[in-house]
């Protein structure tokens, strides 16, 4: 089977730095998604990670670590705008591109 | 970019009839559409996927005869709430599938049912 765990939420301050963390359990591994959902919408696609190590892209940066399990979300310079439910997701293992998502983390910014 | 749309984007009915739900791939082709559906405050689980000429499989504890699927064309899938009841209340956002880079699934906005 397969397990992924997030924080529930999280709250950070605007033009600071966060950093949301992903745990998962799988039988084989295909990759690891990171999406944005704002309220009432539908996820939007932020990174995909295959390769251990960091990825950046502008404001947001995606770390994995396959030998822990482990990856991190990393939103820079945080705007009012990013709050929003970050989820954590990962293809299941010889299932053709279905996606097991994590509960998603929310993310509270204030000023 | 890919764009998936979804009708309607809400709906209210009342308890004991049926919704139709369509999600269409608007500027590509999709063999495969998943279908999930997300809780208030919970993530988003997928029902079924929904293949172009063939039967829609689904995910275990998900009643085929109630959620009805049907991917017509390589650009239509429509997923049918039959005797909708209050429980059935939800967000229901599809997702086609399409290989360009790194993301594999577009999203469309999702649709809102209450069922009174």
């Known amino acids: 089977g397969q397990n992924i765990d997030q924080p529930t939420e999280m709250t950070a301050t605007e033009g600071a730095i966060v950093q949301i963390n992903c745990t998962y359990q799988?039988?084989?591994?295909?990759?690891l998604f990171w999406y944005q959902q704002h309220a009432g919408e539908a996820p939007t696609f932020l990174s995909y990670?295959?390769?251990?190590g960091l990825e950046e892209k502008g404001r947001f940066s995606s770390f994995l670590s396959r030998s822990k399990g482990y990856s991190y979300l990393l939103l820079k310079e945080l705007q009012m705008k990013d709050s929003a439910s970050y989820l954590c997701?990962?293809?299941?293992?010889?299932?053709?591109?279905?996606?097991?998502f994590g509960t998603g983390t929310q993310l509270k910014v204030e000023l | 970019g890919a764009v998936v749309s979804q009708h309607p984007s809400w709906v209210i009915c009342k308890s004991g009839t049926s919704v139709k739900i369509e999600c269409r791939s608007l500027?590509?082709?999709?063999?495969?559409m998943f279908w999930y559906r997300q809780f208030p405050k919970q993530s988003l689980m997928l029902m079924a996927t929904?293949?172009?000429?063939?039967?829609?499989?689904?995910e275990q504890g998900v009643e085929k005869d109630k959620f009805l699927i049907n991917h017509a064309s390589l650009t239509l899938s429509t997923l049918t709430v039959t005797s909708a009841h209050p429980e059935d209340s939800s967000f229901y956002i599809c997702?086609?599938?399409?290989?360009?880079?790194?993301?594999?699934?577009?999203f469309g906005p999702g649709t809102r049912l209450l069922v009174l």
């Open positions: 997702s086609a599938r399409f290989d360009r880079g790194k993301e594999t699934q577009y």
């Open positions: 799988t039988s084989g591994f295909n990759g």
């Open positions: 990670n295959v390769l251990d």
């Open positions: 997701a990962v293809p299941l293992t010889g299932g053709g591109n279905k996606l097991t």
């Open positions: 500027d590509f082709q999709a063999t495969t």
């Open positions: 929904s293949n172009e000429g063939s039967k829609a499989t689904y």
